[in-house]
C-alpha cells in the first residue's frame, strides 16, 4: 500500500477513529450527480445529523474523480481521478484536536519540513456575523512556535493577495471564496437552514520561482505552482438563519486531502506526476514513445491521468457510451488516444497502459484485481472504436477537399453534400472544427494531411476554428451545468417533475408487483428517470403497461404534494424509504394526495412538484422506455415524460 495512505489510516485509527470503505465513484443515492468528487459528498447525510453506524469519528480514503478539472490536467497538480484522505468528526472532537492531528501527520508521519507549511484561516464574514477565525489561527501560531517558526498573520481579503504578496506571513486569512464552505458556496449564497462554516488550509512551499502570468505577487492561493493546496479542515459550525447564522450544537469536522499531492510534497516534487501512484505510468509511455516525459510532459500527464481515471471508472462499473458517466469515460479514451497519437503511439494504447494502472492499485484495491480483464478489454474495444473513427475522418478529410471520391479509404460511404457547400478551398478553420467536434478528427492531422497534399489553408483559419470552439463550448456547458457540480445541484423543472414522477412509480410498482418491491437506487437527469428496485424476475410488458396506467391517473387527479417532519420510527411504519439507507430521529415525508388518504408517502429530501398535474404539463404522458436487469434480483426501469 502506498506508505502513505496506510500511515493516514493508522495514525487516525490510533485517535479513536473507524475505517471506512470508499464509495463508488458513481454515487448511489444522489440522482442528480455523475460522479463521487469528494471525501465528503457520499457522507453528507451524516454531516447533516444522521447517526453513522460506526461512530463519531470515522477515516477513509475516497476515490474521487472530478470531471470539471479535466482543462486543468496538464498542470503540475491537477488530476482527474484523485484519492481523498478524510477523517471525520460528527459531532465529537474539533479545531483544538483536528489541527494539532493533521500537523503532527504532516511533520511526524509524512515528514514535510515544518518550515515548508503555510495554512489559511477564514477572515470573518461582518455582514452575516461570522467572526474572524482567530481560533485556528491561535492553534496554528502555537504549532508552528515549537518549531520555532515564527507565524505572522497576515490579511489577505478580496483580491489583495497578488498585489501584497506574502508580507513575510505564515499564517494567512482570506475570504469566504478561499475560507469558507457550504453545499452552496458563499454564506451570501446560502439558504436558510443549510449549515457550512469556515475551513483552514495547508499548503506546502516548493519555493519554484513566481510566474507573473497570474499575479504580480504570489502568494498561498496563487496558483502558479509554487504552493500546494494539500489538505482542507473544515469546521462545520454554523446553520443559516433568515437573519444571519447561528451556532450549531455539535459542529463536525471534514477534512480532505490529497493522497497525491501530500506524496508530491514528501518528495518534495512540484509535479505529481513524479510520485509513486503515477510515475510508473509516466515511464510506460516514455518507453512505448521513446521520447522523454520532460519534452512532453503535458501529453503524457493527461494520457496518464486519463487512462488511470478510465480504468477506475471501469472497475466501478461505467462502460463507454453517449450519456452521463460513459460520455465522460469515451471522452477520457479518447483525448488519451490523441495526444499518445501525436507522441507516436499509433496502437495498443490501452491495452499497454491499462494493466499498469490495475497493477498499481490490485494490491490495496481487490476490485480493481477483480475487475482488470474486463476493464482492459472495455477500453481497448473503446480505443479501436475510435482509431476506426480517426480513419474515417481522414476519408471525410479527402472528400471536403475535393480529392477524388475513389481515393477515400475502405469504400466508406460518407454523406457530406451538405457541408460540402459550406467549406470552399482554401480550408477554413469551421471545417477542421467539423471535423474535430463531429468526426474526432484532431487538428494536428488535419494540418498534416493539408501540408502532405500541398492544400492552402485560410490565412485566418485559427481564429475561425477558435470561434467554432467557444460557441460549441458555451452550449455544452449550459448542457451540463449542474450534472458535473457536487451533490445535489440539479433542481431543474425537469429534474423535479421527474422526481415526483419516480415516487408515483415507485408506489405503482408496489402496487402491481407487491410489497417486496424496494427501492435500491435511482438516477434522474433532465431527460429521464433511471430506478432500480427488488423484483425477482422480468416485468412483463402487461405490468408495466398498468404501472404507466396508475402514474398517468394520478396525474390526470392533480394530487396536491406536500411533506411534513417526522420522527423516524413513526415514519418508518407507513412511509417507504430506499433500500439501506439509515436515518436519523427525524425525517422529511414526502406526501402525495390528501394527508390521512395518501397515495404515496415516502422518506426524501425533495424537491418536488406542488401538485401532481403539473407532471402532465405541456400534454406529457409518463412512459417506462426501457425495463432490464440490473444486477441479481434487481429490475432497472428507465421512465420519460412525453
Ligand atoms: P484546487 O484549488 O487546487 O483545485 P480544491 O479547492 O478544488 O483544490 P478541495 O475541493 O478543497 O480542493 O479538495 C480537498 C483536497 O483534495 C485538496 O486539498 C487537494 O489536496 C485535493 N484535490 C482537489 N482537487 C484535486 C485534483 N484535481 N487533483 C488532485 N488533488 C486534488
Ligand atoms: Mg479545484
Known amino acids: 500500500m502506498p506508505e502513505i495512505r496506510k500511515k493516514y489510516m493508522e495514525f487516525f485509527e490510533s485517535k479513536g477513529h473507524k475505517p471506512i470503505p470508499r464509495a463508488g465513484l458513481v454515487p448511489q443515492n444522489d440522482p442528480t450527480t455523475l460522479f463521487t468528487g469528494s471525501g465528503m459528498q457520499p457522507l453528507i447525510l451524516y454531516l ?132 469558507w464552505w457550504s453545499r452552496m458556496g458563499v454564506p451570501a449564497n446560502m439558504a436558510e437552514g443549510e449549515p457550512g462554516g469556515p475551513d483552514s488550509e495547508v499548503f506546502y512551499d516548493f519555493g519554484t520561482p513566481h510566474d507573473e502570468k497570474f499575479g504580480k505577487n504570489c502568494h498561498p492561493n496563487c496558483d502558479c505552482g509554487r504552493f500546494l493546496e494539500i489538505g482542507n479542515s473544515v469546521f462545520m459550525a454554523y446553520k443559516k438563519t433568515a437573519t444571519g447564522f447561528e451556532k450549531l450544537p455539535s459542529p463536525n469536522v471534514d477534512f480532505g486531502g490529497g493522497l497525491e499531492r501530500i506524496a508530491a ?219 458535473f457540480k457536487g451533490g445535489l445541484a440539479d433542481h431543474s423543472e425537469e429534474v423535479t417533475k421527474l422526481h415526483t414522477a419516480m415516487h408515483l412509480a415507485y408506489r405503482a410498482l408496489k402496487n402491481v408487483l407487491g410489497e417486496h418491491v424496494i427501492q435500491r437506487g435511482s438516477n434522474i437527469t433532465a431527460e429521464r428517470l433511471r430506478f432500480d428496485f427488488s423484483h425477482p424476475q422480468k416485468v412483463t410488458p402487461d405490468q408495466i403497461k398498468q404501472v404507466e396506467d396508475i402514474v398517468n391517473q394520478k396525474i390526470t387527479e392533480d394530487l396536491p404534494v406536500s411533506w411534513q417532519e417526522e420522527d423516524t420510527a413513526e415514519a418508518l411504519k407507513s412511509a417507504s424509504g430506499a433500500f439501506g439507507d439509515k436515518y436519523g430521529p427525524k425525517v422529511k415525508v414526502y406526501t402525495i394526495g390528501e394527508l390521512g388518504n395518501s397515495f404515496s408517502r415516502e422518506i426524501c429530501g425533495g424537491p418536488h412538484v406542488e401538485r401532481t398535474g403539473q407532471i402532465g404539463e405541456g400534454d406529457k404522458k409518463f412512459k417506462i422506455a426501457k425495463e432490464e436487469a440490473s444486477s441479481a434480483g434487481v429490475r432497472r426501469i428507465k421512465a420519460i415524460l412525453e
Open 48 to 179: 447533516l445529523g444522521q447517526p453513522h453506524p460506526e461512530g463519531k469519528r470515522l477515516v477513509d480514503s475516497q476515490t474521487c474523480f472530478r470531471a470539471e478539472d479535466m482543462d486543468d490536467v496538464g498542470d503540475n497538480r491537477h488530476t482527474t481521478f484523485f484519492e481523498m484522505l478524510g477523517n471525520w468528526s460528527l459531532g465529537d472532537y474539533f479545531k483544538a484536536e483536528q489541527l494539532p492531528w493533521f500537523w503532527e501527520f504532516l511533520v511526524d508521519q509524512v515528514g514535510l519540513e515544518p518550515s515548508k507549511l503555510y495554512v489559511t484561516c477564514f477572515i470573518g464574514d461582518e455582514s452575516t456575523g461570522v467572526p474572524k477565525d482567530t481560533e485556528s489561527a491561535d492553534i496554528w501560531k502555537k504549532l508552528f512556535s515549537e518549531k520555532a517558526i515564527e507565524a505572522k498573520e497576515i490579511e489577505l481579503p478580496g483580491e489583495e493577495g497578488s498585489g501584497k504578496g506574502m508580507q513575510e506571513g505564515r499564517i494567512f486569512y482570506y475570504d469566504a471564496r478561499y475560507n
Open 265 to 483: 510534497a514528501a518528495l518534495n516534487s512540484p509535479d505529481i506526476f513524479e510520485i509513486s501512484l503515477l510515475k510508473p505510468i509516466i515511464e510506460g509511455l516514455e518507453k512505448l514513445s521513446g521520447k522523454k516525459y520532460a519534452e512532453h510532459s503535458e501529453s503524457m500527464r493527461v494520457i496518464s491521468d486519463h487512462l488511470r481515471a478510465a480504468v477506475w471508472l471501469g472497475v466501478d462499473g461505467v462502460t463507454p457510451s453517449n450519456k452521463e458517466q460513459g460520455y465522460v469515460l469515451r471522452r477520457l479514451v479518447r483525448r488519451a488516444v490523441r495526444f499518445a497519437f501525436d507522441l507516436g503511439i499509433e496502437q495498443d494504447l490501452c491495452q499497454r497502459v491499462a494493466p499498469i494502472v490495475a497493477d498499481l492499485y490490485s494490491g490495496d484495491y481487490p476490485e480493481v484485481a477483480k475487475h482488470r480483464e474486463l476493464v482492459i478489454d472495455v477500453l481497448s474495444k473503446e480505443e479501436k472504436t475510435f482509431r476506426q473513427t480517426l480513419r474515417n475522418g481522414l476519408a471525410i478529410f479527402r472528400k471536403l477537399t475535393h480529392m477524388e471520391i475513389g481515393q477515400i479509404e475502405h469504400g466508406q460511404k460518407i454523406n457530406v453534400e451538405h457541408q460540402k457547400l459550406d467549406f470552399p478551398v482554401p480550408i477554413s478553420g469551421k471545417m477542421i472544427f467539423m471535423l474535430y467536434d463531429t468526426y474526432g478528427f484532431p487538428v494536428e492531422l488535419s494540418l498534416e494531411e493539408a501540408k502532405k497534399n500541398g492544400m492552402q489553408l485560410s490565412d485566418t483559419w485559427k481564429n475561425e476554428f477558435e470561434k467554432a470552439m467557444s460557441e460549441q463550448r458555451k452550449k455544452s456547458q449550459t448542457a451540463s451545468q449542474g450534472m
